[in-house]
């Protein structure tokens, strides 16, 4: 469980026709759907584990763990996308990922496989409602019935407020004064 | 793969380069002060600055930064003709040669940023280093700017990092020159480009640099009197405008741009990458003996674990004690690592002072003792600042001009001394000088004037000198000298806060002053009190606690506006339940029953009410921000025995956000 998947393990069908460029993904269930997000990213798969919760935080940040002497931030994704949490059982688990030099840990309900992507069959997001928030989704992936959301990492982290804030700032640019 | 890397050694050139540029400042200003007072030494001194720029130009040319190798070619063959007495080395050339020595030092701080290396100083430098080089005579009777008309000035003006940090406003120094001349906005540039998104701004780092235009004949000095405090911590560059009606080529505006140019790079030093260290041999072999001892005692342990019998249990506790002691010394040889002699700060003070000399005209005699005090590299990084300020206080408004001196019975040469020492488990660095000292009748008007004290009210010296950290307190006394200028105590008192440390001040009218700093050793490692709240843990730094005691339900009273207060030691304290701050489920709400814990919050005491005390120990700090994100109330996290995270509390922050908690 402890064990970060080996990006060899698997074969790589270089044979595919016209094929785009491979982003393999680690996938997860989270209330049945299945979600990805860049194996390359991923740091560490641990088991569920007790954490210390940190005040003034909104509820889906659950605390921060103790990776190797770097205190890293954990969410609940199940709470960040408005999904109800029942609890956390031994298939629970924290995949632990890297955004820049940022570690933060995401909590899902279980682990499920690698997925080979070709980035040209990545389809875009379709208004999905109010069932999912999509905001954090970069894109679908999947074969036949098969469908993955690919998880915009960076977005997840940011806080909310930021997010909005950033919208309001209109960008800047060096002004030249007339004398 | 036939090709070396040579960017792996990069660090190293820069390392060395800096290192030889101080080697250089040294020997300048030992050669000033020897054309002062001749002496034999002067060869080997102009021999011992070609050395510098020597190798700086071969690890340059090496690495291919050719304008910094082309800078110093020819600063070496100007340094050449010197050594072979060809040239004199007067007091005119030295300065010319600390400029050279400051211009290079930015050169190598932009050739590490990556970004143009050559700018408009090292380019005027240059070429008149080429001059000099070509024609000695011309250069010599090149005609002074000074006795040009002067129409005004062109200021260039980009803030560092750490402008805003330490206090200074670029509005107020806008303010303040626009006294002296039609103040001009030419260009206002964006540093941060392309602007940061919210989560990652910090508005404590400039976003803006400006090219302004000074009208009217106005002294230089005068203008460098305004950017005297951020010296340092800005780029400068102030260029004459001549007064274009005269018929004035512009062509002298190159050279005297070199002069006016502002000593760049200084404190670029302290960049904020992760750098290096360099560790002396000794420590790095005492660090391989304690491994060496952990890994027997492993061994040992593990030996006594596979066969394991109950007449052993003797054996095992003595091999754990054994483990228990080696992880000590580990510990403390790995932090040893860290501590650097105080040296690397002192050093940079011959220079200030002789600077600040020459532009005040006061005689200063500075004393350094106990440069080979140790402190942690991170202390070491941020102590400089408060240092340069009150280094500067001290000469500007501490040390009196010569004149006043020999009236007051003193010595023409001011004395400042540096001082620093270990005292148990802390640094402490003093700065004292014998000049006129905290002069009370001026210190007592403004503190009036701004309402801090009531008219006719008693003082002794220490609540006297304690007015002086009050914020918007400025030091300045003299009626002609420009209020407004540089930062107040109160800052650089905060600044020593956010180290975990004081300043005070001693100070006897017409002797002089005394500022003392002390700080903690290292930032990495607090004792604090692990207190339950709860079924959280809570660690209180133990510096900030005066003490713990359990309260009866009876002595808490409630006052208007929903606070608590309780009687302690004559005082009535406001009492801050952590629970409510930090929102935890399950705590003690019952007054008697958990303990309250008397913290001191930036001079403020108030009580902590937690659950109960759990034990003291010495814990590592952990930043929450490195990858999340600042806390209010948290000031970072540490590793529990169990391997978990327990959070640091940041005394200040909780009883702010309490405060601010019964204000809405």
Not at chain 1, 42 to 69: C, D, F, M
Not at chain 1, 109 to 135: H, Q
Request: with cysteine; proline share 5%.
């Amino acid at each position: 469980m402890a064990q970060p998947p080996s990006r060899g393990n698997r074969p790589v069908p270089k044979s595919e026709p016209e094929a785009g460029k491979l982003v393999q993904q680690l996938t997860f269930i989270l209330a049945g759907e299945e979600y990805g997000i860049d194996i390359l990213s991923v740091r560490e798969i641990r088991a569920w584990s007790k954490l210390t919760r940190i005040p003034q935080t909104p509820a889906y940040v659950l605390g921060v763990l103790n990776l190797r002497g770097a205190i890293v931030p954990v969410i609940d994704l199940r709470l960040r996308f408005g999904l109800p949490r029942e609890g956390y059982d031994s298939n629970t688990v924290t995949v632990v990922a890297a955004v820049g030099n940022r570690l933060f840990g995401v909590v899902a309900d279980s682990v499920a496989d690698v997925f080979n992507a070709y980035e040209d069959r990545i389809k875009p997001v379709p208004d999905l409602g109010a069932v999912v928030d999509t905001r954090f989704l970069k894109g679908l992936a999947g074969d036949g019935e098969r469908m993955i959301m690919l998880l915009d990492l960076e977005r997840l982290m940011r806080p909310e407020e930021a997010e909005a804030l950033d919208a309001a700032m209109p960008e800047i640019a060096d002004v030249a004064v007339a004398a | 793969m036939g090709t070396v890397d040579l960017t792996q050694f990069h660090q190293v050139f820069y390392d060395e380069s800096l290192e030889a540029l101080d080697g250089m400042e040294e020997a300048l200003l030992a050669l000033e002060h020897g054309v002062q007072n001749p002496g034999a030494d002067a060869p080997e001194r102009v021999n011992a600055i070609f050395r510098a720029a020597h190798s700086i130009k071969g690890g340059a040319a090496t690495f291919g930064f050719n304008d910094l190798a082309a800078f110093t070619h020819v600063l070496e063959s100007l340094l050449d003709e010197i050594r072979s007495n060809r040239r004199a080395a007067d007091e005119e050339m030295i300065e010319l040669l600390l400029q050279a020595g400051d211009c290079m030092r930015g050169m190598l701080t932009r050739t590490r940023a990556g970004t143009p290396v050559a700018d408009l100083t090292s380019e005027s430098l240059r070429a008149r280093f080429a001059a000099m080089l070509g024609n000695p005579a011309a250069a010599a009777a090149s005609p002074q700017a000074s006795e040009l008309p002067v129409a005004g000035w062109r200021i260039h003006f980009r803030p560092r990092a750490n402008l805003l940090r330490s206090g200074n406003d670029p509005l107020r120094m806008f303010r303040e020159l626009a006294r002296y001349g039609a103040l001009v906005v030419k260009q206002v540039q964006v540093l941060q480009q392309p602007r940061p998104a919210f989560a990652e701004l910090d508005p404590t780092a400039p976003m803006l640099a400006w090219e302004l235009e000074l009208h009217g004949d106005i002294k230089r000095r005068d203008v460098e009197g305004v950017f005297e405090w951020v010296e340092g911590d800005c780029d400068l560059a102030i260029e004459l405008l001549h007064d274009r009606r005269a018929g004035e080529v512009p062509q002298d505006a190159a050279p005297s741009a070199a002069q006016d140019a502002d000593k760049p790079g200084r404190e670029a030093g302290a960049h904020t990458d992760a750098g290096s260290i360099r560790v002396g041999i000794g420590k790095v072999d005492a660090l391989i003996d304690m491994v060496g001892e952990l890994v027997i005692t492993q061994s040992m342990l593990g030996n006594i674990g596979e066969h394991f019998s109950m007449d052993r249990l003797g054996r095992l506790q003595e091999g754990l004690a054994q483990l228990e002691r080696t992880t000590r010394e580990l510990q403390d040889s790995v932090m040893r690592i860290r501590m650097l002699p105080i040296a690397a700060v002192f050093n940079r003070f011959p220079r200030l002072v002789r600077d600040l000399e020459h532009r005040l005209g006061k005689r200063v005699r500075l004393e350094l003792r106990g440069e080979t005090t140790e402190v942690d590299k991170t202390v070491l990084e941020k102590i400089g600042d408060p240092l340069v300020h009150l280094v500067r206080n001290a000469i500007d408004h501490g040390l009196e001009t010569p004149a006043a001196r020999v009236a007051a019975g003193k010595p023409e040469t001011g004395v400042l001394r540096l001082e620093a020492r270990h005292e148990d488990g802390y640094v402490v660095v003093e700065v004292s000088d014998d000049g006129g000292g905290l002069r009370h009748g001026p210190i007592i008007a403004k503190a009036v004037e701004l309402g801090l004290v009531s008219p006719g009210q008693e003082l002794d010296d220490q609540e006297i000198a304690e007015l002086i950290f009050q914020a918007g307190f400025s030091t300045n006394k003299e009626a002609t000298d420009l209020s407004g200028r540089g930062v107040g105590m109160d800052v650089v008192r905060r600044n020593v806060r956010d180290l975990g440390g004081s300043v005070n001040v001693r100070s006897r009218e017409g002797q002089g002053s005394t500022f003392t700093i002390v700080l903690p050793l290292t930032l990495a490692i607090i004792d604090g009190l692990t207190t339950a709240v709860g079924g959280e843990r809570y660690i209180i730094p133990l510096v900030s606690i005066v003490e713990s005691l359990q309260l009866k339900a009876r002595s808490v009273r409630h006052v208007a506006g929903g606070g608590e207060v309780f009687h302690f030691r004559e005082e009535w304290l406001p009492l801050v339940r952590l629970h409510e701050v930090f929102g935890c489920a399950g705590a003690e709400t019952a007054v008697e029953r958990g303990i309250v814990v008397v913290v001191d919050a930036g001079g403020r005491r108030v009580g902590l009410l937690v659950d109960a005390l759990v034990g003291q120990q010495q814990v590592v700090i952990k930043s929450l921000e490195a990858h999340y994100q600042r806390i209010e109330g948290i000031s970072g996290a540490t590793i529990a025995n169990d391997g978990g995270v327990a959070l640091i509390v940041d005394v200040d922050g909780v009883v702010r956000a309490s405060a601010r908690r019964r204000a809405a």
